[in-house]
């Protein structure tokens, strides 16, 4: 085999590697947006700093891994990484950690939501 194959196989397993990392960064704005209710307008925000965030992870991966030549082969490589994060680990890592999340936040929220309908007694009693 040539060095440039190697080289080749090697930016591949790279960038489905990175592709992955995509999934996973995709996969938390996911586990957020079911955590905790936003605006649209935040939503779109929210989207807005995934697409610049994989941009730059894109085009840093292409100038590091890739002396910035732009080949067919580094979009399958981030393609089928992607693809096969989100048919395998995703729905079970977004299943636990919105669980997790979702725990996390009532334990937090517990005492207030305690401390409200306190408040909301004490106000009614007062009108009455």
Excluded: A, C
Excluded at 19 to 27: E, M, R
């Amino acid at each position: 085999m040539n060095i440039s194959i190697y080289n080749q196989l090697y930016n591949i397993l790279i960038f489905f590697i990175i592709g992955i990392v995509i999934g996973i960064l995709f996969d938390i704005f996911r586990i957020l947006r079911k955590t905790f209710k936003t605006p649209d307008i935040v939503t779109i925000i929210e989207d807005i700093l995934f697409w610049i965030l994989v941009g730059i992870i894109i085009i840093f991966s292409i100038f590091k891994f890739n002396n910035g030549i732009l080949r067919s082969y580094i979009f399958v490589g981030l393609i089928i990484g992607f693809i096969i994060y989100m048919l395998t680990i995703s729905k079970y890592l977004m299943k636990i950690s919105v669980k997790i999340l979702l725990t996390i936040k009532n334990i937090i929220y517990f005492p207030f939501r305690k401390i409200n309908l306190f408040y909301k007694k004490i106000h009614q009693n007062i009108r009455k």
